[in-house]
C-alpha cells in the first residue's frame, strides 16, 4: 500500500470560508498532484510539482492554489470556497518510474 | 481529438468471460503506459504498468502497440469483484501522466 494521505476525508463548509486540503506523502517523492473528479466524471488535473519549491497550474483553470515547502507536503488552499468547488479532491505523488499513487480523497460540499 | 481515449462502456460480463479494453493516445513520443482501477468513489489503484514486449499479471494482460499507438488490458476469467472503472494512463517526456476518460466494467453473477 502506498503511503500518501489526505485530511479532512470529508468536509461541508459554507460559502466565502477559507479551506486548506492536506497531502502528506513518506515515500520522498518529488512529484506530486491535485487533481478534481466529480463522481462518474473523468479526473482533473488542477495543480501539481516538481519537487519543494516548485508549483504549477495544470489543465483545470482552479480559484485554489498550492505551497510546496517540504517534500512531503502539499496542501491546497481555498480562499473562499464556492458551491461550484464541491467535489472530490484527490492528491497523487510519483515514482521515478512514473507510477502514481492516490491519496483517499476529499470529499469537499460547500453549501 | 483527446490525447487519451478509452471506450466509456459499460462493458457487461457474466463471471468466468475474457474481457478486453482498448486504449489510443495521439502522442507518438508517449513513453510510459499504465492501468488503473478505480471503484466507485475511491481513489485510481495503480494495476500495472505496460511494457513493449507485454506483460502479465495473474488474470491481466497488458499489450502495446507502438505502431498503431494503443494499450490493451485484457482480464481472464471475470470475477465479481473486478467490476470497477479501468483507467488508462500515458506519461510522455514531461511528468504530466495523461489519464482516459476511463472504461467501465461490470461483471455479473
Known amino acids: 500500500e502506498a503511503d500518501i494521505y489526505q485530511t479532512p476525508r470529508y468536509l461541508v463548509i459554507g460559502t466565502g470560508k477559507k479551506i486548506t486540503l492536506e497531502c502528506s506523502q513518506t515515500?520522498?517523492?518529488?512529484?506530486m498532484y491535485w487533481y478534481q473528479q466529480d463522481p462518474g466524471m473523468e479526473l482533473h488535473l488542477i495543480h501539481y510539482s516538481y519537487g519543494v519549491n516548485s508549483t504549477e497550474k495544470g489543465d483545470l483553470s482552479s480559484e485554489s492554489t498550492v505551497s510546496r515547502i517540504r517534500t512531503e507536503h502539499f496542501p491546497l488552499t481555498l480562499e473562499s470556497a464556492r458551491p461550484s468547488h464541491t467535489s472530490q479532491y484527490l492528491c497523487?505523488?510519483?515514482?521515478?518510474?512514473?507510477?502514481?499513487?492516490f491519496g483517499p480523497g476529499t470529499r469537499l460540499t460547500v453549501t | 481529438r483527446k490525447e487519451v481515449e478509452q471506450d466509456p462502456g459499460p462493458f457487461n460480463v457474466p463471471e468466468g468471460a475474457t474481457v478486453a479494453f482498448n486504449c489510443t493516445y495521439s502522442?507518438?513520443?508517449?513513453?510510459?503506459f499504465f492501468w488503473y482501477r478505480q471503484d466507485c468513489r475511491k481513489e485510481p489503484k495503480l494495476l500495472m504498468s505496460v511494457y513493449s514486449s507485454g506483460n502479465e499479471d495473474g488474470r491481466f494482460t497488458a499489450q502495446l502497440n507502438r505502431a498503431s499507438q494503443y494499450i490493451s488490458l485484457l482480464i481472464r476469467d471475470s470475477k465479481l469483484s473486478d467490476s470497477a472503472t479501468y483507467l488508462c494512463v500515458v506519461k510522455g517526456g514531461s511528468y504530466i501522466p495523461t489519464f482516459g476518460r476511463g472504461t467501465s466494467l461490470i461483471v455479473h453473477p
Open positions: 502522442n507518438s513520443a508517449s513513453q510510459s
Open positions: 497523487a505523488s510519483s515514482a521515478r518510474t512514473g507510477e502514481q499513487y
Open positions: 515515500m520522498g517523492h518529488d512529484k
